[in-house]
């Protein structure tokens, strides 16, 4: 499994992202994106209707899947890797 997480170096959530991203015994790779219309990057997001950063991808299997944003990447962290975040919190 990996996580690929998509923002700007300017995005507090993005900042949020990467940082549970550590904790989570999983790869992942972060790819800033800039706001330059014409970044390809930033046309795929756009065409996707994805307007906002972070977007976060995971890819297990072979197959790529959208979890969202922040909160729906939070979420789903916290549900599938509960434990291992137990473990952060009581240091």
């Excluded at 800033?32 to 890819?59: A, Y």
Aim: overall charge neutral.
């Amino acid at each position: 499994m990996k996580l690929t997480i998509i923002g700007r170096d300017d995005c507090p959530y993005c900042t949020l992202a990467v940082d549970m991203a550590k904790k989570l015994p999983i790869d992942h790779e972060y790819i800033k994106v800039d706001r330059e219309p014409s970044n390809p990057l930033r046309q795929f997001l756009i065409s996707q209707s994805l307007t906002s950063v972070p977007q976060v991808f995971v890819r297990e299997h072979g197959r790529s899947a959208h979890l969202g944003g922040w909160t729906e990447f939070n979420n789903w962290a916290m549900t599938k890797y509960a434990k291992q975040l137990d473990m952060f919190d009581a240091v």
